[in-house]
């Protein structure tokens, strides 16, 4: 699998309570044409899925589940869910663990930013990474 740094979500980053990927993915200003009065609209939801490629990079320790979802904003600050996976056991939570995180972004969805989202159920994880970018095409052999 092929990753762009500018695509990478989270890289071995450490997942001790719910909290938001550690990079954001900016897909820039709309601008206006050259002899328009208004910029350009924006749908990022338009097309086809997005492959994510999401895993766990070290054993997570004492939590119950973790779940990831799919986070957009038109300003980086107010954040709107707008997929999630199921709830991953902490039994399944063993290095190289691939998370199936729906990677459909519905049509007519205005935003600029994109990120991911943990969150932690039961109690904080005293051990746990999490590796995420978006990708061409998900590598799902095991």
Do not use: C, H
């Amino acid at each position: 699998m092929i990753l762009d740094t500018s695509l990478v979500l989270s890289d071995a980053q450490g997942i001790t309570a719910s909290a938001a990927s550690a990079n954001v993915i900016d897909l820039g200003p709309t601008g206006t044409p050259f002899g328009a009065n208004a910029t350009l609209g924006r749908d990022i939801g338009r097309g086809r899925d997005i492959d994510l490629a999401v895993s766990v990079r070290q054993t997570f320790a004492t939590l119950t589940s973790l779940t990831v979802a799919v986070q957009t904003s038109p300003d980086n600050a107010t954040w709107t869910t707008i997929a999630s996976g199921a709830a991953v056991p902490l039994a399944s939570l063993v290095a190289g663990y691939q998370f199936k995180v729906p990677g459909e972004i519905p049509e007519g969805t205005n935003a600029r930013y994109l990120r991911l989202y943990y969150t932690v159920a039961g109690s904080a994880a005293t051990a746990g990474q999490i590796s995420a970018a978006v990708v061409a095409s998900r590598q799902t052999n095991l």
